[in-house]
């Protein structure tokens, strides 16, 4: 290592540590305007031009608000529309109605599992919150309950889609290493499947009720009201069948679901394969669901469509501040991968002499944590192990490919856009976004590097 791969090192870690204190002490600072700070200073301590400090951050604000923004958006319109028609009420209620309080975390998980097949993390989180806001409102009025309703009922969801996100194709981070170490989709797919329950479970509902007697944690009541209706005011007169309003929650789920199907069995130039790669597009799947629930749920059923206008416009404000502020995350990310901060990295990991399934966990979850991007983790790693891939014939590639995706869940923080909608979404401090994402993620991906290892011990799988 140079002296200069030091240096940056220090200077992603101290940034971290800024960032930190400007948002959790006495200055008590916009997570917004500190992400920008510290993205600023991190670009005149590695010495960037000024010019390249602001492309960065503009670059880094602009491709996260692409990619995640108006999906977000999007999400909040959908969920306003189900939550009015009284939808997710109706589902909180039986699920509620048919689960005992101490199996609901294990309902959830399953939900999440299903929706987490076909969607990215942070678009899964976006569907799953009227539902998880609807059962965690109900149920935090029962006298008996304990703590935070919200991290009993949400942290199962975000273990179930962090798992999914990462470990299983057709999810980008898996396909990616796949495609690079130039093994198969349906081996990886088999043992993502397997090492994704009991990752889930144990960062989802054993964890969640460890952690929810412990905290109060408690969304904004206006993100609370958007997702959630009184069940006797949302159904009103002619309500909509459980059915359709499932069928609506899930279509960008079930349209996501198709691509992927498609992206296994059709050749990549196939006319099919375009048209299903668009649909299932998650900013085209999620517009296609809320045009699909404003017509089904109120146009047919005679509502007012003024009302819906307004309803819709509504939607935008209380997720306004989360999106700025995940485009600052965003931005943060931008500057460490310009940086250079996952080349230290690289460098660092040449120091040591580790197996290569932990080696690969060990390099993406260090790119991963450094950087903010779990992309640029399997991207990295991936790309460092490829030739040993091909050199190595007793080397079980698709583990390996595994072991990668795991590496990259590992301690999602403030750099990474996901953390930030966690807390922001939940109303969390920093501490307490910790506890959970951070934490969840961790458990999720470290007891996905031990299913790797297992796998590789028992001679069916190695």
Not at 40 to 58: E, F, H, R, S, W
Not at 211 to 216: V, Y
Not at 397 to 403: D, E, F, K, M
Request: charged share 10%; aromatic share 6%.
């Amino acid at each position: 290592m140079s002296s200069f791969d030091i240096q940056l090192l220090v200077t992603a870690l101290v940034s971290v540590l800024v960032l930190v204190a400007l948002i959790v002490s006495r200055i008590r600072m916009h997570p917004l305007l500190a992400l920008l700070i510290v993205s600023i200073g991190v670009g005149i301590a590695t010495g960037m031009a000024p010019t390249d400090i602001v492309k960065n951050l503009t670059d880094g604000a602009g491709k996260t608000l692409g990619a995640v923004g108006v999906v977000i958006a999007l999400g909040a319109m959908l969920g306003k529309i189900l939550a009015d028609s009284g939808t997710t009420e109706r589902l909180a209620s039986a699920i509620l109605r048919h689960t005992p309080d101490r199996m609901i975390p294990w309902a959830m998980t399953l939900v999440a599992f299903v929706v987490g097949i076909p969607m990215f993390f942070e678009v899964g989180l976006v569907v799953m919150l009227p539902l998880i806001f609807s059962v965690a409102r109900k149920l935090e009025s029962r006298e008996h309950f304990k703590g935070s309703a919200y991290v009993y009922v949400g942290v199962p969801v975000i273990a179930a889609l962090a798992a999914m996100h990462g470990m299983v194709p057709p999810h980008p981070g898996p396909l990616t290493a796949i495609a690079t170490l130039k093994t198969t989709v349906g081996p990886t797919m088999i043992y993502g499947f397997i090492a994704a329950l009991p990752a889930m479970i144990l960062g989802g509902p054993l964890y969640g009720a460890f952690l929810a007697p412990r905290m109060t944690t408690r969304p904004d009541q206006a993100l609370i009201d958007q997702f959630t209706t009184a069940e006797e005011k949302a159904a009103g007169h002619n309500p909509p069948g459980v059915g359709l309003g499932v069928l609506a929650a899930l279509l960008p789920a079930l349209l996501m679901l198709v691509h992927a199907v498609a992206e296994m069995v059709l050749p990549k130039t196939s006319s099919l394969m375009h048209v299903a790669a668009f649909l299932g597009n998650p900013l085209v799947a999620m517009l296609l669901g809320v045009l699909f629930a404003a017509i089904t749920l109120v146009y047919m059923r005679g509502n007012n469509a003024e009302k819906l206008r307004e309803s819709l416009g509504q939607s935008l404000k209380p997720v306004a501040g989360i999106m700025l502020i995940i485009a600052g995350g965003g931005a943060f990310q931008q500057v460490l991968t310009s940086a250079k901060v996952g080349d230290a990295i690289v460098h660092l990991t040449h120091q040591f002499a580790f197996p290569p399934l932990i080696l690969g966990w060990l390099i993406a979850m260090l790119l991963s944590v450094s950087t903010g991007s779990a992309t640029v983790g399997i991207v990295g790693a991936a790309g460092l192990l490829a030739p040993l891939a091909g050199t190595d014939p007793s080397l079980n590639l698709p583990l390996l490919a595994l072991s990668i995706g795991c590496g990259s869940l590992f301690f999602n923080y403030a750099n990474h856009a996901g953390f930030w909608m966690v807390k922001e979404s939940f109303g969390m401090t920093m501490g307490e976004a910790t506890k959970t994402i951070s934490v969840v993620q961790s458990i999720v991906s470290v007891v996905g590097l031990l299913m790797v290892l297992l796998f590789n011990m028992l001679p069916a799988f190695g």
